[in-house]
């Protein structure tokens, strides 16, 4: 077994495979008969299913998997039971970080134990991809080839390539977003694409198609025309409405803000009211966006911009959306923000449930900010190294589970 430190100065980490080793020794409980002789019983004989479940349901998820290679009978129960899943602790999410041009493995930060665990991702070829998490299953599309998209569970290495989608097969800019049913765990993945009409400078198509799994096929869910804007490549799906950030081409004197935001109601039947008319403002000048459902509410990370300088950041903030309008949750305290050195006007971020990972491209630094108890707090440091100065790192933040399957 491979120890890990739990400080800032070195580092070892912990292969997720090895988690599946056995920890746990059935106990054996040995007494007195009244004829002298010893007899053992084993615990496991004599704890009911219904007993194991809801001790089960105490454990974070790396000793769930320890588990699973206890016995069989644990591992059917771990893996099959409802029961489990639906009572047990609240998980938080596990982030994912990996250096980019290279394959896609890196490493897997558990914030419940402090540990990172080296992990591999399925049916991944590359680590140039764009990505979205929902409930245990992560979806990935391929930065080169945009109609390479992939759904998998980076625990238990399910996964499946869907088919290819509808539209544009070279599109500008694209973006992807992913909702999963918690009962069903059905999911549906939206794919909005952008792409500059030919010879002109002022019209861009956006176009939205949606996968559902359940019948395995794509359909158009809207298709317009932006004058002046662009779509970009941040979504995110938020209590069944797709919420897309949206970019100023400057062509129309529109240069700031920069940032826009366009929703669509994915169970809502077709409108014939514009995108744009029902579009929302950014709270400010902002470098980047970064969109994240925490508990199906929209939240927006952003690097605010300076004033005479749009391209430079100043600060990150985060703000939640309420009826169309924003209301600021935090900025980032400037010693935090010194800490990431030398940060560009983007970085990555991402979030589910009550925390909000946020990394600089050019570093392996992981800031974490609990939305519940307004607090910043910087992860261990990930056993990444960086092996030359224009290296870039980036990662993304998922809920770990083992009872679903892509």
């Known amino acids: ?92 999410p596990w982030y994912f970080m990996f250096t980019s041009n290279e394959t896609a493995a890196g490493y897997a930060f558990d914030p419940i134990l402090r540990k990172w665990y080296d992990l591999e991702l399925p049916y991944i070829d590359k680590s140039s991809c764009f990505v979205s998490s929902s409930c245990g299953l992560v979806c990935f599309m391929d930065n080169d080839n945009r109609n390479t998209i992939s759904v998998s569970n980076p625990i238990t290495k399910s996964c499946r390539r869907l088919l290819e989608p509808p539209g544009e097969t070279l599109p ?64 995110v799906i938020c209590d069944g409405v797709l919420y897309c950030l949206i970019h100023s081409t400057g062509v129309l004197g529109n240069v700031n803000p920069r940032h826009g935001l ?68 935090a900025r980032m305290p400037h010693k935090f923000f010194q800490g990431f050195g030398e940060l560009d006007d983007v970085f990555a971020c991402s979030g589910i449930d009550d925390l909000v990972y946020i990394q600089s491209y050019g570093a392996t630094a992981l800031l974490v900010f609990d939305m519940m108890q307004k607090q910043w707090k910087w992860s261990l440091k990930c056993p990444v190294s960086k092996r030359f100065p224009l290296q870039l790192f980036t990662g993304f933040c998922f809920e770990p589970r083992l009872d679903i399957a892509a």
């Not at 049913?181 to 198509?205: C, G, M, N």
């Not at 109601?265 to 950014?282: C, K, N, R």
């Open 172 to 235: 500008d800019y694209s973006t992807i977003a992913m909702k999963v049913d918690r009962l069903s765990h059905k999911y549906s993945v939206t794919l909005a694409k952008s792409k500059q009409i030919p010879e002109d400078f002022v019209r861009w198509d956006f176009s939205v198609y949606k996968y559902d799994s359940s019948s395995g096929t794509w359909a158009t869910s809207v298709s317009e025309v932006f004058i002046g804007w662009r779509g970009g490549d941040d979504s």
């Open 262 to 329: 366009i929703m669509y109601d994915l169970a809502g039947e077709p409108s014939e009211t514009s995108l744009m008319q029902t579009s929302i403002s950014v709270p400010c000048s902002l470098t980047c966006g970064r969109l994240v459902n925490l508990k199906e509410k929209l939240v927006l990370v952003g690097g605010i911009a300076k004033h005479n300088r749009p391209d430079i950041i100043k600060g990150i903030g985060i703000w939640e959306l309420h009826e169309k309008q924003w209301h600021e949750v």
């Open 1 to 92: 077994m491979i120890h890990l430190m739990e400080d800032h100065s070195s580092w070892d980490y912990l292969p997720v495979d090895h988690i599946r080793i056995p920890a746990f020794n059935s106990g054996v409980v040995s007494e007195a008969s009244n004829g002298g002789n010893d007899f053992s019983v084993s615990l496991d004989a004599v704890v009911p299913d219904d007993i194991l479940e809801r001790i089960f349901t105490f454990l974070p998820i790396a000793s769930m998997m320890r588990a699973t290679a206890v016995c069989k009978r644990w591992h059917g129960i771990i893996y099959s039971s409802r029961v489990v899943w639906t009572h047990m602790l609240p998980q938080r």
